[in-house]
């Protein structure tokens, strides 16, 4: 279990911190050893969280339409990029999220956190694919007594309008109305859930390699890969404090103020 690093100052300067001592005991949303709930699992943020948990030692509970599309991610996977998964931890199960029966397979399982990071174009999915699905994950979650979730979602989304670069303003307005519709529609009930959430939206998605820098931002987004995404979403429903637990951070990893969080090897006497 890795604590997030945090900051000495604003405005770019980034800290470098040791990560904090491993708990060696269960807590309500986190494990040392955990098992991670993933739906939306052949998405390429979701690949990432996939990779990356499994790399950390923890268990993965998959849920996506097509199995066989849930593929080692081009961020972090090097060379063994876009091959399957072949890891006895990692379970992925063939399901609609708008289906509670097929979202109820997963936990089955002991699931000790969930990502949500559903998408896909609405006339695939339909209009209120992200909503409903999401509704049903957390009512299954809150049947469980499951209480920690990370949602992606995207700049744009909710009261962060004004953070969207221009251009991509015009695109949410127009052919994206409808997905951002559902996006606000999704964070809403997120909100209102009294789950422990935290709504990630990151700025521009890349599928290059991770930076090892995240940017918690103010101001307008910049790009980030979608490997630094699947790190934050870990963080957020791994690390029992985690500082922005029911809070919706925009991220990026180019451009943007305020926080800054050192990821780096550096950062965590790795070099």
Aim: proline share 5%.
């Amino acid at each position: 279990m890795r604590s997030i690093l945090l900051p000495a100052a604003l405005l770019g300067t980034a800290a470098a911190f040791a990560p904090a001592p491993r708990a060696a005991t269960r807590t309500s949303s986190t494990s040392l050893d955990a098992t991670i709930a993933v739906f939306g699992a052949s998405g390429l943020t979701a690949q990432e969280c996939v990779f990356q948990a499994l790399k950390d030692g923890d268990k993965v509970v998959g849920l996506t339409r097509t199995p066989s599309n849930c593929k080692i991610p081009k961020g972090s996977g090097g060379a063994d990029a876009e091959k399957p998964f072949d890891d006895p931890n990692l379970t992925l199960i063939a399901g609609d999220v708008t289906k509670a029966a097929d979202v109820a397979k997963v936990f089955e399982n002991d699931i000790d956190g969930v990502v949500i990071a559903l998408g896909g174009k609405t006339s695939d999915v339909g209009d209120t694919m992200l909503t409903d699905g999401t509704n049903n994950i957390m009512a299954a979650m809150k049947d469980k007594g499951v209480k920690r979730v990370a949602v992606v979602t995207s700049i744009g989304a909710g009261d962060s309008k004004d953070q969207a670069p221009f251009a991509f303003k015009i695109l949410m307005m127009t052919v994206m109305k409808k997905i951002f519709n559902d996006k606000n529609n999704q964070e809403a009930a997120v909100e209102a859930s009294g789950l422990e959430y935290c709504i990630v939206r990151p700025g521009g998605l890349t599928v290059d390699p991770p930076t090892g820098v995240i940017n918690v931002i103010d101001g307008e987004a910049g790009s980030i890969p979608r490997a630094d995404v699947a790190q934050f979403c870990l963080e957020a429903v791994k690390d029992a404090d985690f500082p922005y637990v029911g809070k919706c951070p925009c991220i990026s990893s180019v451009g943007g103020t305020s926080w800054v969080k050192d990821r780096s090897k550096a950062a965590r006497g790795e070099m």
